[in-house]
């Protein structure tokens, strides 16, 4: 792409002129997400998203990912190269979990299937907390999961709904009905801190350090902390968890399609929640 325009834009401009432009785009953009994740790769990880079989199918496209990082400019830019590549890698896993469409003896295995739903199918509730004062649930409406990291309760609709400019507790369906909204809220999710817990990037960008509490929980860092971070309390600390084995599935493919190494401390099955 940058050699044809570069080739037709020589008609128009000096040469310093084209030099000076193409040396300031390219520190601007030093590693963007683009660089380290093309769509090659990323139909590559979701390899049946677009299945009709998936009622996600044709919904969460790449060009909308990527619109949505650019939201969060420290997503994947953060730290050496194996650790942008491994933080994205373990974006890109957590969200497979809670999309996921696989099953053990699934075509291509349980691990391509990530991306294939974008909204809770059976919700037992309306995901209502109303002791909750300050992100109250407006009537009728429904905070069940949506988007890659299903993003459920009114509070964390109303919260991430106020970081991206939309009203969350009155339009929640947004959330699976804009591709690019869905990906922001995840990555709202991902980038920030909600205490106790560290923000999911912080943790694997290796700019967090361990508390003391963490060390009592024996909370050490890495994946297994992204996923006590997401859903620690009903996954980690219980011994070995089917939910926590998958994300852990999902991340070990997509870090060896990355070519990056996935770390320490993969599984919370000895780490207390949060
Ligand atoms: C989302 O889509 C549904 C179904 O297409 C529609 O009924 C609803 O009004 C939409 N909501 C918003 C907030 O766009
Ligand atoms: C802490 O977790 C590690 C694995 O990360 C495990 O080997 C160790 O036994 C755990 N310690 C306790 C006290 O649970």
Redesign the pocket.
């Known amino acids: 792409m940058a050699a044809v325009s570069l080739s037709s834009a020589v008609v128009l401009f000096s040469l310093t002129t084209i030099f000076l432009f193409s040396i300031s785009s390219w520190e601007a953009e030093a590693h963007p997400v683009s660089t380290l994740i093309k769509k090659k790769l990323y139909n590559n990880l979701f390899l049946h998203k677009d299945d009709k079989a998936c009622p996600a199918n044709d919904f969460y496209t790449y060009r909308s990912f990527i619109k949505a990082t650019k939201f969060f400019p420290e997503f994947g830019t953060t730290g050496s190269l194996s650790t942008r590549k491994r933080e994205i890698a373990a974006f890109l896993a957590q969200i497979s979990h809670e999309t996921t469409g696989g099953w053990a003896t699934a075509p291509d295995g349980p691990y391509s299937w990530g991306l294939c739903y974008k909204e809770e199918i059976s919700p037992t509730s309306n995901y209502c907390d109303d002791t909750n004062k300050e992100w109250p649930c407006y009537p009728g409406k429904s905070y069940k999961g949506r988007g890659p990291v299903q993003l459920s309760w009114n509070y964390n609709y109303g919260q991430a709904g106020k970081a991206l400019g939309f009203d969350g507790l009155k ?1 929640p ?2 959330v ?2 804009s591709s690019i909204i869905a990906f922001k809220t995840a990555l709202w999710f991902w980038m920030t801190e909600q205490k106790p817990k560290p923000s999911c990037h912080d943790v694997m960008a290796g700019r967090y350090a361990q508390t003391q509490a963490d060390v009592a929980a024996n909370r050490t860092t890495g994946f297994g902390m992204v996923t006590n971070i997401i859903n620690g309390e009903l996954e980690c600390g219980i011994g070995s968890d089917a939910r926590v084995n998958d994300r852990i599935g999902y991340f070990k493919r997509y870090a060896s399609l990355f070519s990056v190494q996935t770390g320490p401390n993969l599984d919370c099955e000895n780490q207390k929640s949060f």
């Open positions: 339009n369906e947004l699976a009905n």
